[in-house]
């Protein structure tokens, strides 16, 4: 019988390396342009000339993720591919995020039942594409991961079948110190901690109550150590309490909704699972794991859906909801079998290998030569911009654009995001003008030297961003700008399109 446990579980384990390393090498390509946005503030970091969007210009907080952003200057100055090195900590982080949830989900579930969390996690599309686009969602998941484990051990609870024990002064300070990191990774951890060091209060443990309080306020002077200097001092250097991008993205009038709908559509069986498990017992530590779901949907009701697809912004939430949605499971198959018996096991591994078969959404062949291939256009695309840029600009110049990546981060010219995300300015108009009143503002003087717009066609239709839409039509009927030079990459749906206009006075 040992044996035969042993194949299987070998084969397990080998189908969770080979799904994350063949999916991960046949999606490595796909780069998302949006982390340029993070290199250009390291790439002036690691130049001398400080955290700015501009040089010689007001500190704005274009970026979310401060430590990526760290992490790029470093690789800068080590005269490292910034790209690959963001890529390669995606993966890392991905890898620390199954390892770290295998470990959650052994409050609950035994060795082998721990592993199928692990599956979903690398069978859904979403954690495939973030985990190499350069962005920090991975990492992000591993520091929160990672961070309630060592909280769960600080609070004294045991991995299965055993209970609660005494609190652990050592895990109280480690995930004090990783949720510090995950603070600087993503700009909402604040909250999330409030919430987690109120159940932890909550979840107050009938015996060795001083060692327990010990542990709780280590934990905390652990997090204020390390998070709140680096919170005090960007907050003093940008003077805003949140991140630019939250001022523009997070209060969207026409996006109610929107993404909070798109994870309800991949959470749902999930959520209903987590549900039983919650009915079946009273564990105060199912409020750790299901209220961020709760919370990242009264944070991003409203949120702007750009560059969040296939729920990027929803991730930590769905990965922490997973240990409690197999447990759920676990309870609902024994209502109806025996606990721990042969027919118990089975029908848990096929109930598993269903829900993950029909409710988690795979990369398709088709979707592998989509994020292969259409990135490597578009990165040669905003090289040809860059190039144009190179050639026909002066020191000084100043260019107005929405796609904001790459083509500033391979400029040294001065640039106006006309997306709101490093524009300070913008991100103080009222939200539903805000792009109107930016396309009315730009054209006066003092008027750019280049503008530069940014279009999808598909299905004949044309789709500008909301300020170039406004700019298309000023620009045509404006006798100081010029068309100069347009640039577009076709895939088999659709053309993206640059128009660069310069200043002709």
Known sequence: MRSRDLVLDSLLLLGLTYLLLSQIQAIWPFTIDDMYISLRYAKHLAGGEGLLWNVNALPVEGYSNFSFVVLAALAISLKLDPVVVLKAIGVVGLICTVFSLYWISRFWLDKRQALFPCFTVLLYKGQLIWAVSGLETTLYEAFLCAALYCLFRGLGYRLYPHTRGKAKIA????SGLLFALAGMTRPETPLLILVFILLSCWDRPTTNKALYNKGIFLFVVTLGLVFLPYFIWRWQYYGLLFPNPVYCKAFESKSHFQIVLSYLQLAWPFALLALVACLDRIDKRYYFLWLPSLLYSFMLWSADPVVAFD???FLPAFVLLLPLAYQGLCCLIAYFT???TRAY???FYVSAVFLNLLFV???TPTQYRHFSENPQEGQ???????????SHSKSGDT?????????PYGSSLSFIDSYCLNNRAMAQYPAEQRYLYFCEQILKAPQPQIIILTSLEQNRQIIYTPSDSCLKTALSNHSNYRLMKTYSSKTKDSIYRYEIYAHTQ
């Open 311 to 313: 729920n990027r912004l």
């Open 338 to 340: 025996k606990i721990r």
């Open 361 to 363: 959404p795979w990369l």
């Open 171 to 174: 895990s109280f300070v480690l």
């Open 345 to 347: 096991y089975l029908s």
């Open 380 to 390: 040669l695309l905003r090289t040809h911009v860059i190039q144009w840029l190179n």
């Open 399 to 407: 260019v107005v654009l929405a796609d904001s990546g790459m083509i």
